[in-house]
């Protein structure tokens, strides 16, 4: 974390099935246990945060599998809020979402409803590909992506 202050975000009901499967099964076959609510989602081997570098040539790998081109890790925001706005999301409560708060007096005297920020967030439309597919992962729900 930059400000090594931690935030709750909202997550997307889609990623939040892929998240159980991953907790459910995948979390125990990558580190050998069961994971504990003080775990990390996705920790390193040792259990510890993954570092720049490791999580940078991980995507790489992942986005050459998918067959897509090469992006940064901060790209991936981008994406999402990109692809919200397109999709309806407000652009004011996305960026509470993405960004936290603005330093400004409105804002750190605001607090949003939280159903309110998993509204925008929900506003995404993406689905999960069919097990069959060989590459896997969610796709916009919209092909003209």
Do not use: N, Y
Not at 42 to 60: M, N
Not at 91 to 108: C, E
Not at 118 to 143: H, I, N, Q, W, Y
């Amino acid at each position: 974390m930059k400000t090594e202050r931690s935030r709750e975000v909202p997550v997307h009901p889609v990623l939040a099935r892929v998240l159980e499967e991953w907790r459910q099964k995948g979390w125990e076959r990558k580190q050998g246990r069961a994971p504990t609510a003080d775990d990390l989602v996705v920790p390193s081997r040792r259990g510890e945060h993954r570092r720049d570098p490791v999580v940078h040539g991980q995507l790489r790998e992942d986005l050459e599998l998918l067959g897509l081109r090469g992006r940064r890790v901060h790209d991936t925001r981008r994406t999402f809020i990109s692809l919200a706005l397109a999709d309806g999301a407000d652009r004011d409560k996305l960026a509470w979402v993405t960004h936290g708060p603005k330093g400004d007096i409105v804002s750190l005297d605001t607090t949003l409803p939280w159903e309110s920020l998993c509204a925008e967030v929900a506003k995404l439309k993406v689905e999960l590909r069919p097990p069959s597919t060989p590459t896997g992962g969610a796709l916009p729900s919209d092909d003209a992506r």
